[in-house]
């Protein structure tokens, strides 16, 4: 029940492509006259903002104008969305954003939220990397299972991450449910606090993207219990997955894609579809990612991606029914 495959999934759509003709975009039918906004949701340091700022060069470049980035943290991501959304449809402001902000903040909670789906326009999925559980390197555990019996132990001990209704908080609050223990969130603005507060002992554990996770685990700074994706990650061969520790089928790897305002033009979403799918094979930009963990997505057309993040909230909203979750988590 709680296996999300984002590969497969994004797979799956891939093989439509294969079976279709290639959009009949003119990527030089619009360029931009004026820097470009590129918002991210979260603090500086997280992944989220390390991609957009690794997206920002090469697609001022292929655009013909400064693409800036500015980080709008807060309400995991959904400050940001709000922005995205109440921005003019006219290509001059466009954002990184991931499930939290466009999937699941309208399972949590459908009537609570300033903006809902049909005010943005997806432009292309851009990544996915691995989640990696990590903790602080004074508590007494070492894989999952002590993990579980310190929690236990613990009542007193808490976790965070980067903001209520973000994937990489359902995604431990589905590994939590399935150990059977509860144990307090922590809600911060962005991942840069969390894991300031993770390393200070503030709090006893996160769930983060690998991005961020392997050189602090590397550099013996935390400990690395398990990867939440089916496969173990290179960057951290020797910790095994939450799959092999137990969790059968446990798979919930993080995406991140490119967003417009509702309205953007036919033509203006076709360079920017473009722009971005020149940008994402750029053997420069696939080998910084490869290095963060992070795995470049392309192929997937504005309308795939649409598809794609309706089956998504579906798979959300499975999750957040089966495990019980609120916004109070």
């Known amino acids: 029940m709680f296996s999300r495959n984002l590969h497969r999934a994004a797979g799956a759509l891939f093989a439509v492509t294969a079976l279709t003709a290639a959009p009949a975009f003119a990527a030089d039918a619009w360029k931009p006259a004026k820097p470009v906004r590129l918002l991210v949701g979260f603090a500086p340091g997280g992944s989220a903002d390390t991609l957009a700022r690794l997206l920002a060069e090469p697609l001022s470049q292929r655009l013909g104008q400064p693409v800036v980035v500015e980080n709008l943290a807060g309400a995991g991501g959904n400050i940001m969305a709000y922005r995205l959304a109440q921005s003019p449809a006219d290509g001059y402001t466009i954002g990184i954003a991931a499930a939290g902000s466009m999937a699941i903040t309208h399972v949590l909670n459908p009537k609570g939220t300033n903006y809902k789906p049909a005010d ?5 999925l851009a990544a996915v990397q691995p989640n990696v559980v990590i903790v602080n390197k004074d508590v007494p555990a070492n894989n999952l299972a002590e993990l579980k019996e310190y929690f236990q132990k613990t009542p007193t001990a808490t976790y ?3 903001g209520v209704g973000i994937s990489n908080h359902l995604i431990a609050e589905t590994m939590l449910y399935k150990l059977g223990v509860k144990v307090p969130h922590a809600a911060y603005r962005g991942a840069a606090p969390v894991i300031t507060d993770l390393l200070g002992g503030h709090i006893a554990m996160t ?6 996770a392997a050189p602090l685990a590397s550099q013996g700074k935390v400990k690395a219990i398990a990867v939440a994706s089916i496969k173990r990650a290179p960057q951290l061969p020797n910790v095994p997955t939450l799959d092999e520790q137990g969790l059968k089928g ?3 790897p993080t995406w991140q894609g490119v967003f417009a305002p509702a309205g953007l033009p036919a033509d203006v979403l076709a360079a920017y579809y473009a722009a971005m799918q020149d940008v994402l094979k750029q053997p420069a930009l696939v080998e910084k990612m490869a290095g963060l963990g992070s795995e470049p997505v392309t192929g997937m057309t504005p309308e795939q991606f649409g598809q794609f993040l309706e089956k998504d909230r579906q798979q959300w909203a499975d999750i957040v029914k089966a495990a019980n979750i609120s916004l109070e988590q």
């Not at 943005?120 to 292309?124: C, L």
Request: charged share 10%; net charge negative; aromatic share 12%.
């Open 120 to 124: 943005f326009t997806p432009v292309t």
């Open 250 to 252: 446990f798979d919930m």
């Open 160 to 162: 965070g991450t980067a």
């Open 207 to 212: 769930m983060d993207n690998i991005s961020t």
